[in-house]
């Protein structure tokens, strides 16, 4: 069983050695100490020690999917991809800033795979950062205005015709923790929802690559968490913060289960085709 930071063994994929960590559902890690068949695997890249997928994982286990989760802190993801789908968690990086996160140059590569070979991705603040950046999209860093907390997320009228936020509530809140923003979309990205503070927080690239600036994985007990001096500096008060989001998460949570449902039947489809 790995635990802490102790890296897990590895195992070969593509003649290469690099450490993996499979998340069970039940907020441990297990070794995964042979190679499986890439149907029903998700890679997932985390950047910080914090930053998990949380309840996402097991909303994507739930469905039938496993995941491997590589610590980009401590070992660079796989030189090539080799997993039916693509997430990218969150972290206080900007997602060409390799020099703090010398690991983000491959985690680049790995999408741009994903996007070249339409295998499904789903980038979370930094990785929905990284994704428009790796398509031609613009991200800046300490732009705009901050956004901690539950945010009322508006879906725009392109949402309605998007595999995984079509027939969702034209408002749903959803937890953020962000300074930096993209400030330019791809070309040919369809932008999908919008905040007054940050515009672009949901956008698709293609048609199986997502990208979204707000936090589906974390609860609200996530903001209890939160620098609380940092808040005070930028106006917020964190138990404010915390009560709004408890406030909110019983129609939080069940709009997020269901597109990240969505995301694992993509997935499962994506990999069971033909020639994928």
Known sequence: MCSGLRPCPAFRRAGERW????????????????????????????????????????WLIDAGLTLDVVHGYE???????????????????????DTRAPWLAATRALVRQALDRQVPV????????????????????????????STPIRLRAEASEDALFGGLPDVVPAIEHHVDAITKLPPDAVWLAETDRCPYQAFRVGPVAWGVQFHPEVNPDRILSFDAERLAAQG???????????????????VWRKVIDRFADIVTESATRPGS
């Open 19 to 58: 450490w993996l960590r499979a998340w069970t559902g039940t907020g441990t890690l297990t070794d995964v100490t042979e190679a499986a068949p890439p149907t029903g695997r998700v890679l997932v890249v985390q950047n910080t020690p914090t930053g998990g997928p949380r309840r996402v994982a097991d």
């Open 75 to 97: 070992m660079p993801p796989p030189a090539e991809l080799d997993h039916a789908a693509v997430i990218v968690l969150g972290g206080g990086f900007l997602p060409d800033e």
């Open 122 to 149: 789903l980038g979370i603040c930094l990785g929905g950062q990284l994704l428009a950046h790796v398509a031609g999209g613009v991200v800046e860093g300490d732009v705009g205005a901050p956004e901690y907390g």
């Open 236 to 254: 917020f008060d964190r138990s404010e913060l915390h009560h709004v989001a408890m406030t909110n998460e019983p129609a939080a949570g069940l």
